[in-house]
Nanobody, 120 residues
Framework: QVQLMESGGGLVQPGRSLRLSCAASGTIFGIGYAGWYRQAPGEQRELVAGITRDGRTNYADSVKGRFTISRDNAKTTVDLQMNSLKPEDTAVYYC??????????????WGQGTQVTVSS
């Protein structure tokens, strides 16, 4: 069964760092566009950062200069390095990726989410 699994969330003090990792498992033949999203209580899910297969990135204005998205196509992982964390970064973070199946079709998958809490 094809799935995405996030890891690396937790509780951290303001100004500190966390690294989230998203790993694809199952029978896949590559990853297309991938992104990290977040959803705070009472808010809509928003795109935090995205990355194309050839490494082009885009970021939400609120995280530019603090977060970095990266990918390893061989390992089918997508990571999010989060520095200088702020309380307003508190949310459930979700990984989303287009995964290629044996017929060459890209299908979108979501991970189950990982909680990030920034608090002193």
């Amino acid at each position: 069964q094809v799935q995405l699994m996030e890891s690396g969330g937790g509780l951290v003090q303001p100004g500190r760092s966390l690294r989230l990792s998203c790993a694809a498992s199952g029978t896949i033949f590559g990853i297309g566009y991938a992104g990290w999203y977040r959803q705070a209580p009472g808010e809509q899910r928003e795109l935090v950062a995205g990355i194309t297969r050839d490494g082009r990135t885009n970021y939400a204005d609120s995280v530019k200069g603090r977060f970095t998205i990266s990918r390893d196509n061989a390992k089918t992982t997508v990571d999010l390095q989060m520095n200088s964390l702020k309380p307003e970064d508190t949310a459930v973070y979700y990984c989303n990726a287009d995964l290629r199946n044996e017929w060459g079709t890209l299908n979108s998958y979501w991970g189950q989410g990982t909680q990030v809490t920034v608090s002193s």
